[in-house]
Each structure stands twice: as structure tokens, then as C-alpha cells.
């Protein structure tokens, strides 16, 4: 009996017979049955074939619904029988189908054995599969990844899933690749049963282990099935939906998904599953896609895999998903620019594109380059990125290269830094993927667009001026077309006159009107080319009608034509229609000759037009390449401040954009080669990586195969970069080359050739390059000096030989190089080993000592000072009697001085060499103005060569003399210790030996103690005071800075302060006498340059003697107000390293520095935000010292203005957090609202009090001092203070859960003020109102004082009398009027205490106004101008005669 089988929902449908002819199963088999019945099968499978699951469906059927109570080898045995029945199956079916089923019966057989093998296998496959996806137990006690695990399943399982699948897979593909709708009638499967393979596959593909790579021919087996479907099965439109359901709820799905969509669409040709998914995408709500941020990244990423895949499919879709472009979720505003960016890419990166999708093409560049300023900086750094796609693979057009460089130039100022970084990236790229040039020189390339621009131009006149001969053609052309026009008018006018019968006339007229009619919707372009058109046809007439509607209605293009009106024009008068039609025809005819000629290659006619074409194109290409030069020069400036960016990426982008504009050529691109040197200090390790790598690509990578060649080209370009630096990069430029030098970069080729450099061997060698060399040398023996040691010959031979007599800057180069042979650096704790030192006679000495002495004369070369300095360096480092070598030299040097005075003055017999200096140089004329300069000059580096020597005798003193007796005491205890540690037979030492060394340790230290308090005293008496050659010369230093009118040179009086200062840092007795002279340098000078250095000296006098500078401290502070920025820039330096080493105490004096946070000068501002930071760091500093700020800022005589004490204040409230802090400042701050003077200082208290933080305790503080600043509250700016500060309250986090208690609080304050504010207003208006009525009643002048005072205690007394019982409104009244008489002044001190008043800063004036007019005279000389703080007695009554510039010292 046939039956039909139907695919049930649930397994238990099949249990259940619901129609006559349907199958069900039997009985469910128990397991001890289904052993035999499995075996039954095999057996009859043998012989029957794929018939037997007819009869038999019953036993794989029980496996099924037995599946938890099986053995997994009955369930491995049954699947691969079933894999077996389903191959033979699709065998057999295949043949059948091709001779065709005769019978009814015949077809539902094969459709029921179908269906059931169908069945089982989707079935089985579901359930092996999610068994497999299981963790076994040894995988849950385990867990040792993924690889041992699925080891582990296989052995339990005893069969390889993934394989078995695979040929379930392959078998299910075969039967539905059959033409299975033949068994159906009518010829459409069932929807059941579509569903049933297409759910096994989605079902399947939600394993995550499907995503692997192990897994594509399983998933292309799957594509391939679901492919089928759609194509065969008319399963698109439930496809389309569940591929969506599933790349919304599985990640890993996105990329599988994509690959079976793309064989549908491109093996397949459906196009319609793509076209329904991306109405679906299209169509999602900006709310639900807000919502489900998740399944939205996956849809977004699905669609751009997909667009990468099949860009060409997805472009006809691209309208459905435009109107994400304006949703809010940015995710969707990303894909749809990524998928615009991979059809650019992929699809219209062609040159042969039509105008549609040259359109098309446009509108997407209009979109990214919109979306280039997107709200959200996610969507700016992703349309960055596909911008850099998009250069990368060179589809940008040409005329978008210069617009999309400046949009890319804007976005290096982005706010978000992930933006900033790709901007960087995309004009890098943009530079590499350039079409126009190697190589960018601004300057040449306008010179040659200039040249190349002319030529054109001349080239046009030339052409101008030659008669052409298409124009004559078209010329002649045009003048039997003129007679046919005219031809055809007279006709129109004679068949206007002649009869005509009536249809025939209307139908006439309606042709005509219908030609000679211009509609709403066409445009002037449009009418042209129907003018054009009917000029092509011969229609005369109708060409000349519808140009005369064409004028009427469009006027303008009547004007170069004829000067007659257009609304003066007839039918009749044709002359101007006719003018305007040639015009059109020779235009257009003459484009469309032009072209024609150029394809016939006439010789004659088109040699000069080609010739101008080609001029033109170069004229192009030169002005689009100079353009692009000049948009990517205004991007260095910001790249370069990037190059001090915190942001780690920015620093990164920028060095690379640097390389890239280096090898371009770019003149710019050298300012951020340079700043980036100092990078190579950077903490950041992928910084100073990527800096050296920058610089090896730039300067160490030269092409060529020879090795000397590269390593000649290496050491140019290594000499190029000392070129023209400053200190700072020489220093950083040094790191740089002892970088290399770890590396191996520098190789011994290079070091070879720089020898060969500074040697001058090598051809075409300019003294520069010598000097290079040298420079670069001592630079590379910073981390290996054995490259000068083995060389210290050539450098005696070569750098202080005659080269260096009339070379100083080769010879300090020299010095410098010879410097590093002392970098003997040791750990702290260990002793220093033995120096490297030469004996005092060596010819390194006697070179040094000839050059000196035999330049001290030579005044035209100015580096003979710089020379000094490294030359007494060298001395000092490396000689054994330094202090023998200086004095020799400098008493040559000073006979030298004295004999050419001798010379130039022979009638002069003095033998101070102070007297000698002339006292007016500027007297002076031809030869003896020139040796009185000489002379100045000679005396100025006498100085300078004694402050050195001075300074550097003390360095080896306490430097070098003291290690060397540490280290000879130390290899003295060893040498004394050796027998003890070479016996053998004391294992241990005893306790008495123990003793016995802590005494000698303590002996050690003593001795070390005595032997440092003897270098002092040698310091102290024998070096610049005493009977000594420094000695000797202190006061020819003293005389020069004191008498400054006498010795007026800049040069001299610099040497001079710069000599005392190192004279003073030997000496603290010398520093003690002459400290108060120094200072009068300081404040009087009016060179910046002698300040500056001062400042400097000053900060290093303060570390050696700290005791003895602090009182002069206030006159350091004071430098931060000088007019010169380089000394308010040094002093500020110079205090920012003694207060954060705790050398100078921080006081009130540190308002000063607050200042300098609004100087004009940015550099200025930036070192005291630097400052302010630091100190922040230490504790509570910056809480200290906020009462005396605030107290001398708003002082309106010695403070700041309030727009700049808003500023610093706002500035440094941002470091007081801690809740403790901003509590006592509430407090405090009020406290001073009782001793403030003036409605300047209400206001600044107020401000300071908003700028806090509030939490409850600050609230109540603030209530419980309300009286203290009620009456202040009628000044509008002080009461917008508070409430701001109620405002801050309620919004702050601080108050958190406490928000309902607080409530009340800020409420009651809230009123409290709005009250006083209120009534001190009122109370102001009474006043004003009693002052007018004084004024009015007021007759005679006499009485009007009198009058006055009634009326203002009468209206206080009414003031009075009107206030109601609250305290805050009348006691500061009463307080106010008492305050000087009753209350004393409240000092506002920080926690380390202050001798100031907040506000009354100088307590001495009331003082000072009692005293006679003789005192005021005798206290009024610029002596005490500059007076310390402490001030010295005067020593009895007579009068001093002073110095002219000198000043009190400090006690």
C-alpha cells in the first residue's frame, strides 16, 4: 500500500497517524532491540540498497528519540549507515530522474525515501553536533585548551566529527542538488521540506567551531546547500531574513555568512537575497539600532565583508542604506562609509567610467569628504581611514588631491587623539602615493611654474597673431548657412501673406508655436542644444524663432553680441538673432574641428595647437604639484607642536610624516628633523626608538654599493646636522650619536673617515667640515672613548697645532673631543678608579698654552673666551699639575696686556694693569681708539681666564684631589687586609676583630671628614684671597664691576660679573664682602644679558652657600618682573630648581612666580605651569601657600589686575582637592572678608571661595562665617559668586546620597543671600536719595558740610531703624564702623607661617611718615631702593662717601 511521508514538526507527530495515507512509525525499539535491528539493516541494505529505509525508518528513527540512553558507538554505527544510505540514495535518484518516473506510485516512493533520508540526516546531524559541542567531564576538570580537548572528545567519541560531517554534508548536497521538484505534483516542494535542510544548516552554523579555519570545506559545503535552496527551492526571501536574525545574535557568524552570500550571489547570479538583506539593514530604527549596540556591529561589519567581497552587487543596493548617513548610532554612519569605501576601491577606480557612475562616484567622494567633520570622533578616524584605503590603492582622483590635503591638514587639531593619529597616517600616505612628484621644493617648483606659465602665454600670442585656417573654414561655412537662414525668413514671411486653407494654417501655426516655446523646466544649456540640434537638421526657421525666444527670455546672452536692448528686438530686425547664432555654430564647430583634426594628424594645421595642448597639461601639472606643496606646508607648523604632545601616538605619526617629508625634499621638513632631536631624552621607550630608527632611515641609509661611499655620504650627512644648532641640540644631537654607537651603527668605516675629515685627507674638505668632524668624534666618544684615545696625537697635531692658532673654533672643538678622556664614570658608594691623567709638560699643554697666549692679542676673532673656557677644562681633566699650567698661562697672558699697554703708551709707567684701561674709549680717535679697544678687549679675557681657572681650581680641589685621597686611603686598607684574607686558618673573625674595624671605619670616616674640611679651608685663603696670583687679580675684578661709568664696555662688564660670581664661588669670605655688590649689578645694570647671567650664578651661589644668600632672596623674586624675557625666563627657571630642592623656602615672595602663569611670553607661562605641577606634588604645598598668594595678588599696589588674578587663581584652585584643604580654605577665605580694604578685594575673596569644591562640611563652614561677608553681598559680582556656589553644591558629586539633608542647608543659604543682597541694595538707593536731598537743600557753602553730616547719621539712623531682628544685615554695620579702633587686624598666615599681613604689606608707612624731613631726604637715595628685607643700622651719624653703585647688605 503506498503512503505518503510528511516531515513533522516534533518527533512524536510521526507516533500519531492523523490521515489515511500517512506514515507512521510502528513502535520505538528499545535498546536492547536496536543492536539486532542495526544489524538487520546493514544486512539488508547489502542486497536492497537504498530501498530499505522504507522499511526500516523505524530502527534510525528509535536512535533518535533513544539518543540519551545509547552508547555512542550505536549512535556513531546508525549515522554512518545513514551516510551510507543517503549516498546510494542520490545515486540511484540521479539515474531515475534522468529516465523519469512512469508511475504515480514510482514518484512517491522516491519522494517518501527522500524525505526520510533527508530527514534523518538533518536530524542526526543536529544531534551528534550538539553532543560534539558539549564539554565531556575530562574537559571540565581539565581545561587545558583547545587543542588537547578536542584530542580528548576524539578518542571518546571514537570517530572525527568534523570529517563525519563533512560526508553528511556532501550527501545531503547531492540529493538536493537533484532535480527533486519532479517528484512533487504539481513540480514545488513542500515548504516543510525546504525549511527542514535549510534550518539544519543555520542551526549548524551557530557552532562557533564552524568559524575556524579547519572548517571552509565544511562551510562551503553548507553555502553551497543553502545556495541550492534559494536558487531551486524558492528560499531567497527566507534566507534573506534568517541570515539577518543570525549575524545579529552571532558574532562569528559575520564573516561565514558573508562567504555564502557571496556564492549566492556571484556562482549562483540570485540577486535578490543581497538586495532583501540590505533593505533589511536599511530599514532598521536609529532607536532599535541605539538599543542593540551589538547586533548592530555585527550588521555593520556584515555589510562592509560583504562590500569587500562583492562590491560590484552592492552598488545598485547603496540607495537603500543612505539614510543611515543622517541616523544617530555612528556604528551605521561607519559601515555605510566603509562600503562606499570598498566600492571606490573595488568598482569605480576605473578611468573608462560613463557620466552616471562618474556621478555617482562623486556623491560618495562628497560623502567622505563631509563625513571628514562628523560630530562623533569614532566616525571622523574611521572616514580617515578609508581615505588612507583609498590613497593606498591610488583611486583617488586627481582633482580631489589638493581639497582632501587641507581636510587632512584640519584634522591634526582634532580634539580626539585616535582622530589626530590617522590624520597623520593619511598625509603621510598622501606624500608616499603623490602622482606628481619625488621630490617637493616649494621654491623651485613656483620658479619653474613661473617660467613654464610665461612660455605658454608667449606661446598663445604667437598663435593669436598667425591666421588660422579653420577659422577662415568655418568662417566661409558659416556664410551659406547665413544665406539659407535669410533665405528661409523671406520664405516665412511670403507664406504668411499667401492663403492657405484654415487647417492647414492651424496646424501650421500650432508647429511652429510648439518649436518656438521654452518651458518652465528647461534650462539655458538645454535650449542651446535644441538650437543647435535644428542648426544641424537645416531647419532654418525654426533654429531662428526659437533663437529669438531664447534672447527675450534669456537677455544676457545678447550683450557681447550687440548693444541693442532686448526688449527693442522684432521678428522683423534679425540682425542681432543671426549674430547670436553664429556665434553658437562657430563655438561648437570649432571644438568639434578641433577634435577631428587632432585624429587626422594634419601636419601643418595642428602642429602649433599640440604644441599648446602639451604647454597647457605641463602649465597644469606644475600648478596642481605647487598647489599640493603649499597645503602640505601648512601642515608642519602643527605637526611640529605634535612633536610635544603627552599622546604617545601623536609623537609616533609626527617623527614618521617628518622622515617622509625629509626624503621628499620638503624645505620645512628640516625645522621638525631638528625639533625632533630632543626626543631622544624621552622616558617613552616606543619614542625613542622610533626617533633613532628615524634618524638612521634619514641620515645612516645612503644608496650605493661602495662601503667607503656610504660611509663618506653618512658622515655629510651627520655634519649637516651640525650645522646651525643650538646648545640644547648639541646635547641632544650627542645622545643621538652615542645611541648609535651602542647599536653598531656607527661602523669603523664611518669612524675612519671622520678622522680622515678633521685631518683634511679627503678632497674638497672646507675648514666646517673639519670642524664637523671633530664635533661628531667627541660626540661618539661619549659611549666609547677609545675612538680619541688612540688619537690623541692627531688631535694635539691637527686641532691646537697651526690650524688651531688661527682656528679657535677648531681648537675648542679639539678641546671638547679631548674632554672625553676623562669620562671615568663610577656607580654611587664605589671607589673611583685611577684617572687618566698627562704630565704637566705634555705637548697637549704647551699647544693649549701657545695658542692662548699668542691669540690673547688677535681681538678680530671672538671665540678666543669659548676656547679658554674648554682649554682650562682640558687642563684641569687631564693635566697632573693643573694649578702649575693655569698660573703659567695666565701670567703670560697678562704680560702680554701689559706690554702692549707698555707699547701703546710708552709714557705711561703704571704697572696696574687696571690703570692701564682707558677711561673713555669713545673719545678716542683713529689709531688710539683702536688700541684703547684692543685694550678693553685683551683686559675682558684676562677676566674671563681668571674666573675659569678660579672656578675649575675649586672643581679639582673638591672633586678630583678629594677622590684621589679616598682612593689611595681605599687601596692602602686593602693592601693592609690581603695577608689577613690569604690566611687560611681564621675561618671567622672574632668579636674583638669586629670592634676593631667599626673603630677603623669610624677612624675612615674622621679622616675623610678632616680631609674635606681641609680642601675648604684651602679654598677659603689660598685660591682668590691671600697672597695669591687669583688673588691678586680679585681686585682689578672688584674695581671693573664698581666703577661701570669708567669700564662701560658690554663685553667687559659681562667677563667681569662673570669673574666675580666664580671668584665668589670659591670663597665664601670673598662671596660675604662682595655678595652686596653683586646684587647692585643685578638691579642696576641695564644690559639683560649680564642679568641673565647673574640670575644664573646667583642659583648656584644659593645650593653652595644657602645661609648666606636667603636673605637676598626677596631680590631674586624681584627679577621676575624685569622688562627682558631671557632673564625673567632664567629666574624663573633658577627658582623652580631651589624650591623643589628644598633650598629656598616657599613664602609670600611666591606670588611672584604665580604671575608668570600670565605672562605674555609663552615659553615664560609654560615653565610656571611646569613649576605649579611639580610643587604640587610635594604634599600640601600648594595649600600653603595659597592664603599669602591670594592676600598679595589682590593687592591693588603690588598685585595684578582682576582679569589676571582670575586666571592664575582659576589655575591653581585645580590642584586643591582633598575635601580637609578646601574646608580650612572656606574658612580662612571668609575670615578675610573683615580686613578687606576696597570692593577689589571683596570681589577677588568671592571668586576664590566659587573656585573651591563643596561638601557639607564646606556648606556649614560657609553658613556659620555668613556674617563675615553679608554686607558685601549688595555688590552684584559678589553675589553672583555665592551663587554660583550654590549652584556648584547642587550638582556636586560630593553631596551624594547626603542630597536630602543638604537640601534645607543650601535652600536657607540661598535665601539668606538673596536677602542681604536685596537689602544692601535698598540700602544703597537710601543713600543716594538722602545725599540728593542734603544736595538740594543746601544754601549756603558754609553750612553744607554741617548739612551733610545730619543728613548721613540720619540715614544711617533710618538704616537702622528699618532692618529687621536678623544679625547678619546690621552687625557688620556696627563692625565697620569699630573695626580700627576695636579689632585688631586678622593675619592670614599658611601653615609655615608668614611675617605679612594679608592686605597690609608694608607696616612701615604710617612709621615712615613721622619722621623728619631730613630722615625723609636721607632715606630717599637710590641706595635704599633696593634695600633686603633686613635692614643693616647705620654706623654712626657721618655721611658716607659710597661707591656709584653699591647697596646695604643684609645682616
Not at 673617515?753 to 685627507?761: D, G, Q, S, V
Not at 696696574?912 to 688710539?928: H, I, L, R
Request: charged share 30%; aromatic share 6%; glycine share 4%.
Amino acid at each position: 500500500m503506498a503512503f505518503e511521508f510528511l516531515i513533522p514538526v516534533a518527533r512524536d507527530d510521526l507516533l500519531n497517524k492523523t490521515n489515511v495515507s500517512m506514515f507512521v512509525v510502528d513502535e520505538v525499539l528499545s535498546p536492547r532491540e536496536l543492536t539486532g535491528a542495526i544489524y538487520e539493516l546493514k544486512t539488508n541494505f547489502r542486497t536492497k540498497g537504498a530501498q530499505v529505509i522504507l522499511e526500516h525508518f523505524d530502527v534510525l528513527f528509535s536512535v533518535l528519540c533513544l539518543q540519551r540512553d545509547l552508547a555512542n558507538e550505536m549512535k556513531e554505527d546508525a549515522w554512518e549507515l545513514l551516510v551510507k544510505i543517503a549516498t546510494s540514495l542520490s545515486k540511484d535518484l540521479a539515474k531515475d530522474l534522468e529516465d523519469g518516473p512512469t508511475g504515480r506510485e514510482d514518484k512517491q516512493n522516491c519522494l517518501n525515501k527522500v524525505k526520510m533520508v533527508c530527514y534523518l540526516l538533518c536530524q542526526f546531524m543536529e544531534m551528534l553536533d550538539s553532543d560534539d559541542s558539549k564539554p565531556s567531564a575530562t574537559q571540565l576538570v581539565n581545561a587545558k585548551g583547545r587543542a588537547k580537548t578536542s584530542k580528548n572528545k576524539k578518542a571518546s567519541t571514537g570517530m572525527d566529527w568534523d570529517e563525519e560531517r563533512r560526508l553528511g554534508l556532501k550527501a545531503l548536497f547531492n540529493l538536493v542538488s537533484l532535480n527533486l521538484h519532479r517528484l512533487w505534483d504539481p513540480p514545488v516542494p513542500d515548504i516543510e521540506f525546504v525549511n527542514l535542510v535549510t534550518n539544519c544548516c543555520y542551526k549548524l552554523f551557530e557552532n562557533p567551531g564552524l568559524a575556524y579555519a579547519s572548517a571552509l570545506e565544511t562551510r562551503q559545503l553548507m553555502n553551497h546547500i543553502l545556495a541550492v535552496m534559494v536558487k531551486s527551492y524558492n528560499h531567497s526571501l527566507g534566507c534573506s531574513l534568517k541570515i539577518v536574525q543570525l549575524v545579529q545574535h552571532f558574532e562569528h557568524l559575520v564573516v561565514p555568512l558573508a562567504q555564502t552570500l557571496q556564492v549566492i550571489t556571484e556562482e549562483f547570479g540570485v540577486k535578490t537575497v543581497l538586495c532583501e538583506i540590505t533593505r533589511e539593514i536599511g530599514r532598521l530604527a536609529p532607536e532599535d539600532a541605539a538599543k542593540d549596540s551589538s547586533g548592530t556591529r555585527n550588521c555593520s561589519t556584515f555589510l562592509v565583508e560583504v562590500a569587500d567581497r562583492i562590491p560590484a552587487f552592492v552598488l545598485p543596493n547603496m540607495s537603500l542604506l543612505l539614510s543611515h548617513l543622517d541616523s544617530e548610532p555612528y556604528i551605521m554612519r561607519n559601515c555605510v562609509l566603509s562600503v562606499m569605501g570598498e566600492i571606490l576601491i573595488k568598482v569605480l577606480n576605473k578611468e573608462d567610467l560613463d557620466d552616471k557612475t562618474k556621478t555617482t562616484r562623486d556623491q560618495f567622494l562628497d560623502n567622505l569628504e563631509e563625513h571628514v567633520h562628523d560630530t562623533n570622533a569614532y566616525v571622523r578616524s574611521k572616514c580617515l581611514q578609508i581615505w588612507m584605503s583609498i590613497v593606498n590603492e591610488k583611486c583617488l582622483p586627481l582633482n580631489r588631491q589638493v581639497s582632501l590635503t587641507s581636510l587632512v591638514v584640519g584634522r591634526l587639531q582634532d580634539k580626539s587623539s585616535s582622530v589626530r593619529k590617522q590624520a597623520l597616517q593619511l598625509i603621510t600616505n598622501l606624500f608616499k602615493c603623490n602622482p606628481y612628484a619625488a621630490k617637493f621644493s616649494v621654491t623651485e617648483l613656483e620658479q619653474n611654474y613661473k617660467n613654464e606659465a610665461d612660455k605658454l602665454k608667449q606661446m598663445l600670442e604667437e598663435n593669436d597673431g598667425q591666421a588660422n585656417p579653420m577659422t577662415e573654414k568655418l568662417e566661409s561655412e558659416w556664410k551659406n548657412i547665413e544665406i539659407k537662414i535669410n533665405e528661409a525668413i523671406l520664405d516665412d514671411e511670403e507664406s504668411q501673406g499667401g492663403e492657405k486653407e484654415e487647417s492647414d494654417g492651424e496646424g501650421e501655426s500650432q508647429k511652429q508655436a510648439s518649436e518656438a516655446v521654452i518651458s518652465d523646466e528647461e534650462t539655458q544649456d538645454s535650449v542651446t542644444s535644441r538650437v543647435l540640434s535644428l542648426l544641424k537638421n537645416e531647419q532654418w526657421s525654426d533654429a531662428h524663432k526659437l533663437m529669438t525666444t531664447m534672447m527675450v527670455t534669456y537677455p544676457d546672452i545678447t550683450k557681447e553680441t550687440s548693444q541693442t536692448d532686448s526688449e527693442e528686438l522684432s521678428q522683423e530686425d534679425s540682425t542681432v538673432v543671426i549674430q547670436c547664432l553664429k556665434k553658437l555654430f562657430m563655438k561648437i564647430s570649432n571644438d568639434f574641428k578641433e577634435q577631428k583634426a587632432s585624429e587626422m594628424d594634419l601636419a601643418r594645421e595642428t602642429g602649433p595647437v599640440s604644441d599648446i595642448s602639451k604647454q597647457q597639461v605641463l602649465v597644469w601639472y606644475l600648478k596642481d604639484t605647487l598647489a599640493f606643496a603649499m597645503e602640505t606646508e601648512k601642515a608642519f607648523p602643527v605637526i611640529c607642536r605634535l612633536l610635544g604632545s603627552e599622546n604617545v601616538s601623536d609623537v609616533l605619526g609626527a617623527v614618521d610624516f617628518f622622515v617622509t617629508g625629509f626624503k621628499f625634499g620638503l624645505s620645512s621638513a628640516m625645522q621638525g628633523v631638528r625639533r625632533m632631536l630632543p626626543l631622544i631624552w624621552s622616558k617613552e621607550s616606543g619614542v625613542k626608538e622610533a626617533v633613532v630608527d628615524a634618524y638612521k632611515k634619514m641620515y645612516l641609509s645612503p644608496e650605493g654599493n661602495n662601503e667607503r661611499a656610504c660611509a663618506l655620504a653618512i658622515v655629510k650627512n651627520l655634519s649637516a646636522l651640525t650645522f646651525g644648532v643650538t646648545v640644547g641640540d648639541l646635547t641632544s644631537l650627542e645622545g643621538l650619536m652615542i645611541e648609535l654607537m651602542k647599536t653598531g651603527d656607527l661602523t669603523s668605516s664611518v669612524i675612519k673617515i671622520l678622522w680622515e675629515r678633521f685631518t683634511l685627507k679627503i678632497p674638497d674638505t672646507c675648514p666646517e667640515d673639519s670642524r664637523a668632524a671633530i664635533l661628531l668624534l667627541s660626540m661618539a666618544a661619549g659611549a666609547d672613548n677609545t675612538v680619541v684615545r688612540s688619537n690623541i696625537n692627531v688631535m694635539v697635531s691637527e686641532g691646537l697645532g697651526p690650524r688651531g692658532e688661527s682656528d679657535f673654533i677648531l681648537a675648542r672643538d679639539t678641546c671638547l673631543a679631548l674632554l672625553t678622556l676623562s669620562n671615568s664614570k663610577r656607580m654611587k658608594g664605589q671607589v673611583a678608579s685611577k684617572p687618566f691623567r698627562l704630565p704637566q709638560d705634555h705637548e697637549m699643554f704647551t699647544r693649549l698654552s701657545h695658542i692662548l697666549v699668542k691669540g690673547v692679542d688677535d681681538v678680530e676673532n671672538r671665540y678666543w673666551i669659548p676656547l679658554a673656557e674648554q682649554a682650562v677644562k682640558v687642563i684641569y681633566k687631564l693635566s697632573n699639575h693643573p694649578d702649575a699650567v693655569c698660573a703659567e698661562i695666565i701670567r703670560k697672558v697678562i704680560n702680554e696686556f701689559q706690554r702692549f699697554n707698555k707699547t701703546d703708551k710708552p709714557s705711561d709707567t703704571s704697572t696696574d694693569s687696571a690703570s692701564d684701561t682707558p677711561t673713555d674709549t669713545q673719545t678716542e680717535e683713529g689709531p688710539t681708539a683702536a688700541a684703547s679697544q684692543k685694550s678693553v678687549v685683551m683686559l675682558t679675557r684676562v677676566l674671563s681666564l681668571a674666573g675659569q681657572v678660579a672656578f675649575g681650581q675649586m672643581v679639582y680641589l673638591e672633586s678630583y684631589v678629594l677622590d684621589e685621597l679616598k682612593r689611595r686611603r681605599a687601596g692602602k686598607d686593602d693592601f693592609g687586609k690581603t695577608p689577613a684574607r690569604k690566611d687560611k686558618d681564621k675561618a671567622r673573625e672574632s668579636a674583638a676583630s669586629e670592634a676593631i674595624e667599626e673603630e677603623l671605619g669610624l677612624a675612615g670616616a674622621a679622616a675623610e671628614d678632616a680631609e674635606a674640611e681641609y680642601i675648604r679651608k684651602v679654598c677659603e685663603k689660598d685660591i682668590v684671597t691671600g697672597n695669591t696670583l687669583l688673588g691678586a687679580l680679585a681686585p682689578v675684578i672688584v674695581s671693573v664691576c664698581t666703577n661701570q661709568a669708567k669700564y662701560s664696555d658690554p663685553e667687559l662688564q659681562t667677563a667681569a660679573s662673570l669673574a666675580l660670581s666664580k671668584f665668589m664661588m670659591v670663597s665664601s669670605e670673598f662671596c660675604d664682602t662682595h655678595l652686596q655688590l653683586l646684587f647692585t649689578i643685578l638691579e642696576k645694570t641695564s644690559y639683560a644679558n649680564i642679568r641673565a647671567n647673574i640670575i644664573i650664578a646667583l642659583g648656584d651661589l644659593t645650593f653652595r652657600f644657602p645661609n648666606m644668600i636667603e636673605p637676598w632672596t626677596p631680590r631674586i623674586y624681584a627679577r621676575l618682573r624685569d622688562e627682558s624675557t631671557l632673564v625673567r625666563q632664567n629666574t624663573l627657571q633658577v627658582l623652580t630648581h631651589l624650591i623643589l630642592d628644598d633650598m629656598v623656602k616657599v613664602k609670600g615672595q611666591i606670588s611672584e612666580m604665580a604671575t608668570c602663569l600670565v605672562d605674555h611670553n609663552e615659553k615664560v607661562s609654560s615653565s610656571a605651569k611646569i613649576f605649579f605641577t611639580e610643587l604640587s606634588k610635594k604634599g600640601n604645598a600648594i595649600y600653603n601657600i595659597m592664603p599669602d598668594l591670594i592676600s598679595r595678588l589682590s593687592d591693588p599696589d603690588v598685585g595684578v589686575d582682576e582679569e589676571h588674578f582670575r586666571t592664575i587663581l582659576r589655575y591653581l584652585f585645580a590642584f586643591i582637592q582633598k575635601d580637609r584643604q578646601c574646608e580650612s580654605l572656606v574658612e580662612k577665605l571668609c575670615q578675610r572678608f573683615r580686613s578687606a580694604k576696597n570692593d577689589r578685594q571683596w570681589r577677588d575673596l568671592a571668586f576664590c571661595l566659587s573656585m573651591l569644591s563643596y561638601n557639607e562640611k564646606s556648606l556649614r563652614k560657609l553658613q556659620e562665617n555668613f556674617t563675615c561677608f553679608a554686607d558685601k553681598l549688595a555688590d552684584d559680582e559678589v553675589y553672583s559668586c555665592f551663587t554660583s556656589i550654590i549652584t556648584k553644591a547642587q550638582s556636586s558629586s560630593k553631596i551624594g546620597n547626603k542630597a536630602a539633608t543638604i537640601a534645607p542647608l543650601l535652600t536657607e543659604l540661598e535665601e539668606r543671600l538673596e536677602r542681604c543682597h536685596n537689602k544692601g541694595m535698598e540700602d544703597d538707593e537710601i543713600a543716594q536719595k538722602a545725599s540728593q536731598a542734603s544736595q538740594q537743600r543746601g544754601k549756603t557753602p558754609h553750612k553744607t558740610p554741617g548739612r551733610k553730616g545730619k543728613t548721613s547719621r540720619r540715614a544711617k539712623k533710618v538704616i537702622s531703624d528699618s532692618e529687621d531682628d536678623e544679625n547678619e544685615c546690621q552687625t557688620p554695620v556696627v563692625r565697620r564702623q569699630t573695626q580700627r579702633k576695636v579689632k585688631p587686624k586678622v593675619s592670614f598666615d599658611s601653615d609655615e607661617g608668614s611675617d605679612l599681613e594679608l592686605f597690609d604689606l608694608d607696616k612701615s608707612c604710617t612709621e615712615d611718615s613721622q619722621e623728619t624731613a631730613s630722615q625723609k631726604n636721607a632715606d630717599s637715595s637710590d641706595d635704599d631702593l633696593i634695600m633686603p628685607v633686613k635692614k643693616q643700622t647705620s654706623r654712626g651719624g657721618r655721611k658716607k662717601t659710597r661707591p656709584l653703585l653699591t647697596v646695604n647688605s643684609p645682616r
